[in-house]
């Protein structure tokens, strides 16, 4: 109902201030949080610490290797919390939270409650459209992209990425990720061919 605003993330994370799920919640709880973040290199834990305006160094917890081993440490420990990829914490089948885990709702304009716009955590369409719609911000989702010494030369990689932009769109969410709009497959189709 309430979800937690930045500010209690930050001092979960960053700052060590919220050692408690009383502290964070506001409620009378007692249990201290267990911190979990990744301790290997990841664009996840990156766009998070940038989202509470660090940098993955600066994120405090206890290090796990790996989105599923991040996912089964916090599913195993009642008092967890960690962050991860939407693939691991939404059944890719059911669209259900991963049984075990509960996503905790961002309480992104601060005002101490989640609004309807801000409700969109019950299932994994639901969040997968709140993450392409904008209205879950990036950070903390964040914008893959193919990177290249220049424009692509080759024919074949100027397929390839035609491809991915197009008839590839239909593998996007089976493989867990948020299919790209037509606006912007559109204004990137046109930069590949201007950029012959």
């Known amino acids: 109902m309430k979800g937690l605003k930045r500010e209690t993330f930050i001092g979960i994370w960053l700052t060590g201030e919220v050692k408690s799920w009383g502290q964070a919640t506001g409620a009378d709880t007692a249990g201290q949080i267990h911190v979990y973040t990744r301790s290997d290199a990841c664009?996840?834990?990156e766009t998070w610490a940038k989202?509470?305006?660090g940098n993955q160094e600066d994120l405090e917890g206890i290090g796990v290797y790996g989105d599923p081993g991040l996912a089964e440490a916090v599913g195993r420990d009642e008092l967890g919390i960690g962050f991860n990829n939407i693939n691991y914490a939404y059944d890719s089948k059911s669209k259900e939270q991963v049984q075990g885990i509960r996503v905790l709702p961002i309480d992104f304009?601060?005002?101490g409650k989640i609004d309807t716009d801000e409700n969109f955590y019950?299932?994994?369409?639901?969040?997968?459209g709140a993450i392409?719609?904008?209205k879950f911000p990036s950070p903390p989702a964040r914008d893959l992209h193919f990177v290249c010494?220049?424009?692509?030369?080759?024919?074949?990689?100027?397929e390839f990425i035609k491809w991915v932009l197009s008839d590839g769109q239909k593998f996007v969410d089976e493989s867990g990720y948020i299919r790209l709009s037509n606006e912007k497959t559109g204004e990137t189709l046109k930069k590949l061919e201007s950029s012959r």
């Open 43 to 45: 664009g996840a834990a």
């Open 51 to 53: 989202f509470l305006g």
């Open 109 to 111: 304009n601060g005002n």
């Open 122 to 128: 019950g299932d994994r369409n639901a969040i997968v």
């Open 132 to 134: 392409a719609s904008g």
């Open 149 to 158: 010494g220049g424009a692509p030369k080759q024919k074949v990689v100027r």
